[in-house]
């Protein structure tokens, strides 16, 4: 090899050298950022989860507990099959609609409150999650 080529591969080196650490300390400055926005983002998606699913088995209790009655009722007195499919399909749907949603509610409590309460704990598992 030349001396010119050997130049070149050195000021080569040495840039990519430099690119590197600029690009470490880029990261670096952005790592606690990044973490706050994946610690808000999971605070606000599990808490919207928990409640909705909280909201809709309270909604699906207070329908099977309000309708239930008249539901079988009608299930019990009607000769029409109009009425009695509907009847039905309201207190299938409700029926269904509360453990569905209370499990929803359960399931997402633990990382609802992994998010809220373990902050640095639900990072290493998010990250460890992505690394998979």
């Known amino acids: 090899m030349d001396?010119?080529?050997?130049?070149q591969l050195s000021r080569f080196v040495?840039?990519?050298n430099t690119a590197v650490e600029?690009?470490?300390?880029?990261?670096?400055?952005?790592?606690?950022?990044?973490?706050?926005?994946?610690?808000?983002?999971?605070?606000?998606y599990y808490t919207v989860l928990v409640t909705a699913s909280?909201?809709?088995?309270a909604i699906g209790g207070i329908l099977?507990?309000?309708?239930?009655?008249k539901w079988c009722?009608?299930?019990?007195?009607?000769q029409n099959s109009a009425e009695f499919a509907a009847a039905f399909s309201k207190?299938?749907?409700?029926?269904?609609?509360?453990?569905?949603?209370?499990g929803c509610a359960m399931a997402n409590l633990d990382m609802c409150l992994k998010v809220w309460?373990?902050?640095?704990?639900?990072?290493?598992?998010?990250?460890a999650r992505l690394l998979k």
């Open 3 to 7: 001396d010119a080529t050997k130049d």
């Open 54 to 57: 909280a909201l809709a088995f």
């Open 73 to 78: 009722k009608v299930l019990s007195d009607t």
């Open 22 to 44: 600029r690009g470490a300390e880029f990261t670096m400055e952005q790592t606690p950022l990044v973490a706050q926005e994946m610690v808000a983002y999971g605070r606000a």
């Open 117 to 127: 309460f373990a902050p640095r704990l639900y990072i290493i598992e998010e990250i």
């Open 91 to 102: 207190l299938l749907v409700v029926v269904l609609m509360v453990p569905i949603a209370g």
């Open 14 to 16: 040495e840039n990519l």
């Open 64 to 69: 099977l507990y309000r309708h239930s009655h």
